[in-house]
C-alpha cells in the first residue's frame, strides 16, 4: 500500500490505473469504513481511499480540532483490507489559496442535518468534487449512515454529469445497534450503554410503519419525547421519501426514517430505510 500526501504525486502514481474505486473519509477509521473499502473491491482492481478532515465542513464551534486524527491506525486498518493507495494530503494541498469557489448545493441541503448545521453540506460537496477532480474514480462508495450526504453526492453526480458510479453501503453497527461512528469514541461509558435508544426508537417507527401505521407525525413526536425523557437533545426526527428525502406521504412505499440527537456533547445521527407495509 502507498501513502501520498500530494496532488502531483497521486496523479502520476493513479495515471497506469485503468479502473479506480475510491473511498473519501475523515479518517478514524472503524468497520464501518472498511465495510466501504471491500465494496469498493469488488468494483475495481485499485482502490484509494482518501483520509482529510475538511475544515470546510465544520462551523466553528463544531468539534474540527478535537475530531481525532488517527493517521498512522488507520493506515495500518487499510493496508490490512489491502487498499492499494493512501491519499492523506495536509490542508496546504487542498486548500493551497482560500477556497472562494464554493459548490452551492440544491435546497435539500438546508433541511435536516443542514437545518442544524447552516453550510455543512456546501463543505462537504465542495471538497467531494475536488476529491473526484483530484482521483479521478470510476466507482465511488459512500455510507448509507449519512444519508443525506449519499443522496446529495448523487445528485451532484447527476446534475453536473460526473462520469462515476456511486455505490452505498450499509450502516455497519454494533451488536446492541448503535450505528459505529467516530463521534462514538466522545462518549462516556454510562453514555455508550444509553446511545443504543436512538437506533431503537428508529426500529420501533420502522416496524410501526412497516406494520401499516400511517401517522407518520405522532410515530416521530413520540419517538422524540422517548429521547428527551432520557436526557437527548433532539435535533429532528423526520420520515421522508427515500430518493428525494422529502416529507414522507401516506401513499409513499420507500421511505427512510432520519434523526440527530446530542448526548451530552455528543451529536449522534442515524437512520433507517423503512418500506412502508399495507
Ligand atoms: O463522510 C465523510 O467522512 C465526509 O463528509 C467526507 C465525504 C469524507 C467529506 O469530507
Redesign the pocket.
Known amino acids: 500500500m502507498e501513502i501520498i500526501t500530494d496532488i502531483p504525486a497521486l496523479r502520476a502514481r493513479l495515471q497506469r490505473e485503468s479502473a479506480i474505486a475510491f473511498v ?3 479518517g478514524n477509521l472503524h468497520e464501518g469504513h472498511l465495510s466501504l473499502v471491500r465494496l469498493a473491491q469488488k468494483k475495481a482492481d485499485c482502490v484509494v481511499a ?1 483520509i ?1 478532515v ?1 475544515r470546510l ?1 465544520f462551523a466553528p464551534s463544531e468539534d474540527f480540532d478535537q475530531y481525532p486524527r488517527t493517521l498512522a491506525d488507520d493506515c495500518k486498518l487499510l493496508q490490512n483490507q489491502g487498499v492499494n493507495v493512501v491519499f492523506a494530503p495536509d490542508e496546504k494541498g487542498i486548500y493551497p489559496e482560500p477556497q472562494e469557489f464554493l459548490l452551492e448545493p440544491p435546497p435539500l441541503a438546508n433541511t435536516l442535518e443542514g437545518e442544524f448545521r447552516p453550510g455543512f453540506f456546501r463543505g ?1 460537496m465542495t ?2 468534487l475536488k476529491l473526484f477532480n483530484i482521483v479521478q474514480p470510476q466507482v465511488t462508495v ?1 455510507g448509507k449512515k ?1 444519508y443525506q ?1 449519499l443522496q446529495l453526492v448523487r445528485a451532484m453526480v447527476r446534475q453536473l454529469n460526473l462520469p462515476l458510479e456511486i455505490i452505498a453501503g450499509e450502516t455497519a453497527r454494533a451488536s446492541d445497534g448503535l450505528a459505529l461512528s467516530s463521534r462514538n469514541r466522545y462518549l462516556g461509558s454510562e453514555e455508550r450503554a444509553e446511545a443504543v435508544r436512538l437506533h431503537r426508537v428508529l426500529s420501533e417507527i420502522k416496524h410501526a410503519v412497516g406494520a401499516g401505521n400511517r401517522n407518520f407525525l405522532q410515530l416521530c413526536k413520540n419517538a422524540h419525547e422517548n429521547l428527551a425523557s432520557h436526557g437527548w437533545e433532539v435535533d429532528y426526527i423526520a420520515l421522508q421519501q427515500r430518493d428525494t428525502l422529502a416529507p414522507a406521504g401516506v401513499d409513499d412505499p420507500d421511505l427512510v426514517v432520519l434523526a440527530a440527537a446530542r448526548l451530552g456533547k455528543t451529536r449522534l445521527i442515524d437512520n433507517l430505510e423503512v418500506s412502508a407495509g399495507a
Open positions: 473519501p473519509t475523515m482518501s482529510f475538511n465542513q462537504v471538497v467531494v459512500f449519512d450526504q
